[in-house]
């Protein structure tokens, strides 16, 4: 769902307009959890705390910790960051002694720092060189999420475990499926960026549960696997590409076909984001896909998708005129080396390094920031986005010989609706496209859900997980499928 980071690098060019003390910018999309973090105190620590990072008397952002105690007394953390939908950020280490309290977090080169004063942890949240003030309350809000499904089920539901042969791991995943009957018409739900449970899980809500009950309740069979390296699945997930992910498609593909309840001529692929570019990665190569729905699918070049997500940031944070067109410029290069076939990763790593050390507003930076900043941009030689970067969805596109079920939001901030769905129009085979829905919904943000502005801000604030609409045309276009 999520794609790159960009908020240090939004940190830079403030840094040139001078602007640092005055802003706080936060990373998209993957990388987005990478900055946000919160803060622990004395006394009873175990639980939900929330807090707002505070520079010069200037409110930044919610951050929160959920602390919890093992059964040998450690304590472990995950922090959260609300504004940015992000809700799990793994820490290092959460020191308790007496009434204070440390948290280290080193995948975002962050701590924080505090004590416990009248029932608050007051403290310091440092990160990249930036220390801000923080104070932590007990959070008592209550995520209402009136979708998620609830027990008794009127359908059977297995839980299994698939051998993919080609890397030799076992994913764990749950079937949901018609009650005493065999599924005609049966959906693989594939995740986006990022490592993601079966449910797909962000911010309290399920969508990939929500969207399985709600298929099968129709009498279609629904597949939801744990991302390699994730959850119960086997695998590394780290050093994964698309092309691996596709490969554990397939593993659910055979699987499926070898089910005595699942008819093996109506498997169909569901893709939320990038999982949708995977699900026509698989229908290109094989021929017993039987229809493919992509959800806010990824098929425009992966640059154009991430200078989308750069220009928006720069806009919001009204970068502008030369400076914004600078950092663009600066960008594009680094695509172009990425996109460049011809280099391999450590000639693309050295090639970004001396992009970044040549410009002079990088030179200015302070050690922390400026080392943090190159880092960011060496991530670009990492497999998973060098495969992203030469991967041509729009060819496998052009392979694809099932229907097509193709829908974005109109108010999507991550995979813009017209450029994406424009490119399934004009590369899908005339023929094909004749059996094909391509729409854009209005209203509706990257979850799908009823929005107001479609920023990642409102995913958790909004208590639709996806708009029952999409639900019903999702369910009714499947089952006419003959």
């Known amino acids: 769902m999520n794609i790159i980071p960009y908020s240090v690098l939004l940190r830079y060019i403030d840094l040139i307009k001078n602007l640092m ?33 505070i520079l010069d008397d200037e409110p930044i952002i919610k951050v929160g910790l959920h602390i919890t105690q093992t059964e040998t007394g450690t304590y472990s953390t995950n922090m959260t960051s609300p504004d ?34 009248e029932d608050k942890i007051e403290g310091v949240f440092k990160q990249m060189g930036v220390a801000y003030a923080l104070t932590l309350v007990r959070d008592s809000s209550k995520l209402v999420r009136p979708q998620m499904p609830k027990a008794p089920f009127p ?20 079937l949901t499926l018609p009650k005493d009957k065999k599924a005609t018409h049966t959906v693989i739900l594939v995740t986006g960026s990022g490592a993601q449970n079966r449910d797909e899980e962000l911010l309290g809500h399920k969508p990939f549960w929500v969207i399985a009950d709600f298929l099968t309740r129709k009498g279609i069979a629904v597949l939801r696997c744990d991302d390699r390296g994730t959850a119960m699945s086997e695998g590394n997930f780290a050093t994964a590409t698309n092309a691996d992910f596709a490969t554990d498609v397939m593993a ?4 499926l076909k070898a089910h005595p309840r699942i008819s093996p001529r109506g498997i169909g692929i569901a893709g ?32 154009e ?25 600066w960008v594009k290069k680094m695509y172009m080396v990425c996109e460049d076939t011809s280099k391999s990763p ?11 050390e040549a410009d002079s507003g990088y030179k200015v930076l302070r050690s922390p920031i400026r080392e943090n900043v190159k880092k960011q941009f060496l991530q670009l030689s990492t497999p998973w986005f060098l495969d992203s970067f030469r991967h041509k969805v729009s060819q ?33 085979p005339a023929r094909i496209l004749k059996r094909s829905v391509i729409k854009e919904y209005p209203g509706l943000n990257h979850l799908f859900q009823t929005c107001t502005t479609g920023d990642l801000s409102e995913y958790g604030k909004i208590e639709e997980t996806i708009a029952p609409q999409v639900l019903e045309d999702m369910s009714a276009w499947i089952l006419q499928l003959k």
């Open 21 to 53: 003390k005055k802003s706080f910018y936060l990373l998209s999309s993957v990388i987005c959890a990478l900055l946000s973090i919160t803060s622990l105190s004395a006394q009873d620590f175990t639980g939900k705390w929330i807090g707002t990072l």
């Open 84 to 117: 940015q939908g992000v809700m799990q950020i793994p820490t290092q280490s959460t020191l308790i002694k007496g009434d204070s309290i440390e948290v280290k977090s080193p995948i975002i080169m962050a701590e924080f720092s505090g004590k416990w004063i």
């Open 305 to 329: 998708t991430l200078l989308f997500q750069t220009i928006r940031a720069l806009d919001l944070r009204g970068v502008t005129g030369q400076a914004k067109q600078q950092y663009i410029d």
């Open 346 to 356: 450590e000639e693309v790593t050295k090639a970004i390094d001396e992009i970044v």
């Open 155 to 174: 359908y059977d539901v297995e839980e299994v475990r698939i051998f993919n042969k080609k890397d030799s791991i076992h994913l764990a995943g749950t």
């Open 272 to 303: 939320h984001s990038a999982g949708g570019s995977i699900a026509f990665r698989v229908a290109a190569q094989r021929k017993d896909i039987a229809f493919i729905i992509s959800l806010a699918g990824a098929t425009a070049s992966f640059s």
């Open 252 to 255: 659910c593909v055979d699987y």
């Open 396 to 428: 496998d596109i052009a392979q694809t010989r099932c229907p097509v079920w193709a829908v974005n939001g109109e108010r999507d901030k991550q995979v813009e609706a017209k450029t994406h769905l424009d490119v399934i129009k004009k590369t899908l």
